[in-house]
């Protein structure tokens, strides 16, 4: 299920996309994700998807990779899909609930793929820095660092310890539902366990380099705001005026 998907992977490149501000790119998802909930026609879907095309086009990524991530949640868009037909009898409403989902996934897959980690904890430090006096945003940023970096690494092991099982004869396609339950909890208890582990071992590392809670940390190289971020800013909040009031 998960053997294509890739977000949280960083692909080095040096197009456009990756030379913008990773605060501009965190805006952008952001500011796209909330142009999603206000989607109610066709014009809005293809708004937002010439958008994306472009955004696609210059990251310089073959396409083929963010179609892997769509393929590989299959299984929620067959969900919604499920749960649409069950409440809502209007075809047009399914549809774009389906578009909803694969730009999410997409947006979110362009910011990672285009985004390093230590980056992507710059723009969310930057961005919450304004709430500083009320909220630990150093500490908010490097969870949700660990958080994205933790997900290829899980992923990986989750598809090493589907294979071990496989050749131990255990069969995930089984017809009878109690005996696939069992087959997934196999799974999921190696999973649980060595997510703990890896937790303990991050925060053991973070102690060994006299990691600071709480406390604002220098940074290697800055980003500098320029005009073609402040061009897209521009641009982003003028297609969520037009998804919202057009």
């Known amino acids: 299920m998960f053997d294509n998907f890739k977000i949280g992977n960083y692909v080095v490149g040096d197009s456009l996309i990756h030379r913008l501000s990773p605060v501009l790119k965190i805006l952008s998802v952001i500011i796209m994700v909330i142009s999603l909930f206000f989607i109610n026609s066709y014009d809005d879907i293809i708004i937002l998807g010439v958008y994306l095309l472009l955004v696609l086009v210059y990251s310089d990524i073959d396409i083929r990779v963010y179609l892997k991530n769509i393929y590989s949640t299959r299984i929620f868009l067959i969900f919604i899909l499920v749960i649409d037909l069950i409440f809502t009898p209007f075809l047009d409403r399914i549809i774009i609930d389906l578009f909803k989902l694969i730009y999410i996934v997409m947006y979110t897959s362009v910011l990672t793929y285009t985004t390093g980690t230590t980056e992507i904890t710059y723009g969310i430090e930057r961005i919450l820095r304004v709430f500083n006096k009320y909220i630990p945003s150093n500490d908010i940023a490097m969870v949700i660092t660990l958080t994205l970096r933790y997900i290829p690494t899980l992923l990986s092991e989750y598809n090493r310890i589907i294979l071990s099982q496989r050749l131990r004869g255990v069969d995930f396609k089984d017809k009878n539902i109690k005996v696939r339950i069992k087959n997934v909890v196999s799974v999921l208890t190696p999973m649980f366990i060595l997510?703990?582990?890896?937790?303990?071992?991050?925060?053991?590392?973070?102690?060994?380099?006299?990691?600071?809670?709480?406390?604002?940390?220098?940074?290697?190289?800055?980003?500098?705001?320029?005009?073609?971020?402040?061009?897209?800013?521009?641009?982003?909040?003028?297609?969520?005026?037009?998804?919202?009031?057009?």
Do not use: C, E, Q
Not at 213 to 228: A, E, L, P, V
């Open 195 to 246: 997510s703990i582990k890896k937790a303990i071992t991050s925060a053991d590392v973070m102690d060994l380099r006299l990691y600071n809670y709480g406390k604002s940390r220098t940074n290697y190289r800055y980003n500098k705001w320029k005009m073609r971020d402040s061009f897209i800013l521009v641009l982003n909040v003028l297609i969520l005026v037009i998804v919202i009031f057009y």
